[in-house]
């Protein structure tokens, strides 16, 4: 097994660790296929309830390991097949009803923009740099950035990380809406965050962080109809139930 990304289960807490600290934690060809197995592993169990990304090292992430790709004698092809494998741990990530938080420390660079946003949920430590650097090595956005940076800053902000050399340090990113929150111990706040989801309405949190990372890519009347599914099916669950009752009950108190 591979130890480029580290699993490590918490009862129904998951933490996965980008461990290449040495690479700036890169996503080479191992790395990403890791990633993308670990994606269908943990979105494929029940007892999964809420997910922490972080790295261990400097850096958060550099994107794409460029110095194997400039090594490896591979294609285009092989560059093309080796990020639908990532692509597609993002993409399970993405529409799974397993909320997500990121810890960032450090660098965060190219298809690292694109990791990072994977997640639901990003906090970065107060030292925390954003940076696209594709153009400048002649490459174009992958790993997601193409559709997960606009979506968290807004076209126009995408394109000025994108098309300059700009560098957005945390308190920029988050005035921008790419990080939600900048604390001192990211690491700390990130687990204290994934246990807030787990200890309140576990489904309901997974189910509103699906319908909103989904319903985009769909039209108005189907997000409508999935909503009206999923919150019938919330309603049916024993613990919505109880909480309802509790607030019913708590709001007839008041009245009274």
Known sequence: MSDTILLQRDGALARLTFNR???LNAMDFEMGTRWRDLAHELTSDDTVGAIVLDAA?????????????????GSGDTITEMAGVIHDGIRTFVESSIPMVAAVQGAVAGGGLG??????YVVAAPRAMFVSKYAN???TPDLGVSTLLP???????????????????APTALEWGLVAE????????????ARTWLDGATGAFGQAKRLV???????????LDDEARTIGAAFDTADSKARVAAFAAASRSRRS
């Open 21 to 23: 600290p040495a690479s």
């Open 57 to 73: 090292g400097p850096a958060f992430c550099a994107g794409g390991d460029v110095v194997q790709m400039a090594t490896s004698g």
């Open 137 to 139: 090595i002649g490459l």
């Open 115 to 120: 990791l990072m946003l994977t997640a639901d």
């Open 182 to 193: 900048v604390v001192d111990q990211p690491r700390e706040r990130a687990e204290q965050i």
């Open 151 to 169: 979506a968290a800053i807004g076209q126009r902000r995408a394109l000025q990380l994108l098309l300059t050399d700009t560098t957005i340090d």
């Open 213 to 223: 990372r989904t319903g985009a890519h769909r039209s108005f009347a189907d997000n």
